[in-house]
């Protein structure tokens, strides 16, 4: 190694400890990772419990989208489901099976995202 190099090594690592710094001082901001299917699964669950009118069989992230509303992420997680009636609903017979489509919201909160259930899902 040459002696240019020598005192190069010395000034690298100040230069990288100043960054470290200067990162913890000014709260660099992280995106946190979205909510998952099972969150989405979760506040499924816990909006149809009561009345309890169908039984929850399948639920798949379909799309999301992140986006900030004044400083808060919000992420609204797109779904497909599919549900059975455990219940006679309207003309329908019990064992009905019902297909649709819909979002959730989850709010960032420091304890995770708050879901539209009031529950918070902590970050996986």
């Keep these: 190694t040459s002696p ?27 995106t946190p990772p979205p909510p998952t299917e099972q969150d989405a699964i979760a506040v499924w669950k816990n909006t149809h419990a009561k009345p309890h009118i169908s039984d929850l069989l399948n639920l798949t992230k379909t799309n999301g989208q992140m986006q900030e509303s004044n400083g808060v992420p919000i992420y609204t997680l ?13 003309n329908s ?8 489509q819909g979002s959730y919201a989850f709010q960032w909160t420091e304890k ?13």
């Design 4 to 30: 240019a190099m020598k005192r190069l090594i010395p000034l690298l690592a100040i230069l990288a400890a100043f960054c470290v710094a200067a990162g913890q001082l000014t709260g660099c901001k992280r």
């Design 93 to 100: 017979p019990a064992g009905t099976i019902n297909r649709h």
């Design 78 to 90: 797109y779904y497909q489901a599919e549900d059975k009636t455990v219940v006679p609903l309207g």
């Design 112 to 124: 995770g995202w708050l879901g539209p259930d009031n529950r918070v899902y902590p970050v996986h």
